[in-house]
């Protein structure tokens, strides 16, 4: 079974890669698309499970101790 840690990787590392597969689709697909707001939204969106999956894992390392 693979540690909290390693899982946390493999999750985020998942989670950028989608993230930067539809980003570089849309701007290749439509360069003006690239605005503040779009921009803002991609940071989000990655950053939420980044915070989701440390959240977890430092919740379950305090149980274990």
Do not use: C, E, G
Request: proline share 5%.
């Amino acid at each position: 079974m693979l540690s909290l840690f390693k899982r946390f990787v493999i999750i985020v590392a998942i989670v950028v890669a989608i993230t930067d597969i539809v980003v570089f689709y849309h701007i290749w697909k439509d360069p003006t698309i690239l605005t503040i707001p779009f921009v803002a939204a991609v940071i989000i969106i990655t950053i939420i499970p980044i915070v989701i999956n440390l959240w977890y894992w430092l919740v379950f390392k305090k149980s274990q101790n």
